[in-house]
């Protein structure tokens, strides 16, 4: 009996004990809560604002001619050149070619660090020389026409509507002054002008084609269509494809943006649709591959009419 009797003593002094750690440790975290500041923002949600790009807020040049060849084809043609940066020690290859063609034209060569041509570089690829030159001088519709009609041919115009990448606007350029085409139109807002990349990615080809900035493209669109110039536009809902199309006469190729394609207003300025077959699982083009493919369908004809 008087074993029991302890035992129950024990149980119900242990049992207070832990009563009595309880309330304590709830009290002190009464206490600690009560002198915390709550947090305002625990439960808000907060926006991630990302960084302000600043190469992307910057402009870029268009007094700047980067790439061994590129400046190569500059020194050969009409375009004012005030001076070139070479890197130093930089004696092999094509450079020798720019050296020797930049002494006969009289144009000052500085050799610099290649540190230099990188702080200077616009496009991250110079190979080794920098030509400073005056900016791309653009030509009017009507020199575009002009020289159309100088050489006895129907003209053979490219519209660019909204090409903002200048590795596309380059490559359509050099395969535009391959197949022939007698200038390119563009419009002065939501398109890439004449840049460095731009004329490196034209591997020059830029000194050879008329290219035009027009405010209004679709105005533009309309007069060419009063001199007599149809409009195609290229569109992946063309009524039909490019190799049934009769190209024969001047004809102006319209190719849209790389993701929003031809605008609205400027496909119902087009004459006819034309698309490209395509059989994949990827429906859509790259625009210069695009545009290429067109340009060549019209070099095509023409050399076949002779």
Not at 56 to 68: F, H, N, T, V, Y
Request: hydrophobic share 35%.
């Amino acid at each position: 009996m008087v074993k029991a009797s302890r035992n129950r003593d024990a149980k119900s002094n242990n049992s207070k004990d832990r009563r009595v750690n309880r309330d304590f440790k709830e009290s002190r975290n009464t206490k600690d809560n009560r002198g915390t500041k709550p947090n305002r923002f625990e439960n808000t949600r907060v926006q991630k604002i990302a960084p302000i790009d600043d190469a992307a807020q910057k402009p870029m040049r268009e007094d700047l001619i980067e790439g061994r060849n590129a400046v190569i084809e500059a020194l050969k043609s009409d375009r004012t050149i005030e001076q070139i940066f070479v890197a130093k020690g930089d004696v092999e290859g094509s450079i020798n070619v720019v050296l020797g063609l930049a002494k006969d034209n009289g144009i000052v060569v500085k050799e610099v660090d290649r540190k230099k041509l990188d702080q200077m570089s616009e496009t991250g690829s110079h190979q080794g020389v920098i030509a400073i030159v005056t900016p791309y001088k653009y030509f009017s519709v009507e020199n575009i026409l002009d020289y159309a009609e100088s050489k006895g041919e129907k003209p053979f115009i490219i519209i660019l509507d909204e090409i903002e990448d200048p590795h596309n606007f380059g490559s359509i350029i050099r395969t535009a002054e391959v197949c022939g085409a007698h200038g390119i139109i563009i419009p002065k807002r939501r398109n890439v002008g004449v840049t460095p990349t731009v004329y490196k990615s034209s591997a020059g080809a830029v000194e050879h084609m008329r290219i035009a900035k027009v405010t209004n493209l679709n105005n533009t669109i309309d007069g060419l269509k009063e001199k007599g110039v149809w409009i195609y536009g290229a569109d992946m809902e063309g009524e039909n494809y490019c190799f049934d199309v009769n190209f024969d006469g001047a004809a102006a190729i319209v190719v849209g943006s790389e993701g929003r394609g031809i605008s609205r207003l400027t496909k119902e300025k087009c004459d006819v649709l034309i698309k490209i077959p395509m059989v994949g699982n990827i429906t859509s083009l790259n625009a210069s591959v695009a545009g290429g493919i067109m340009m060549y369908e019209i070099l095509k004809q023409r050399i076949k009419r002779g």
